[in-house]
């Protein structure tokens, strides 16, 4: 999902300057920062997935704090903070209307 949503900023990112009036331009901005949002609670999801593993054929996983990097503590809150920012883009009018 978080390579989807980025090939799918670049290539919104790539048409903006098809839509250059004030109101095409503004719903574009919107849809930019509405994948923004997605794409950084992703990326930090990702983070978080990918981590131990990384960790582990660095042979790091046993450094003082490595796990802190993939704690269950913020999962929850980066969950959540994900399914909202999905739904503001959700929420977003498309810019190619």
Known sequence: ???AAKKLRYAAGF???LYNGKTEAKRHRRFIEAMKGL???LGSLNDIATAPDMLAALEL???HGAKDLFSA???SKLLEDAAE???ALANTRRFWR
């Open 1 to 3: 999902m978080r390579i």
């Open 15 to 17: 048409f903006e300057p």
């Open 39 to 41: 794409q950084d609670h």
């Open 61 to 63: 996983l046993d450094v």
């Open 73 to 75: 503590d913020d999962k």
């Open 85 to 87: 920012a999905h739904d």
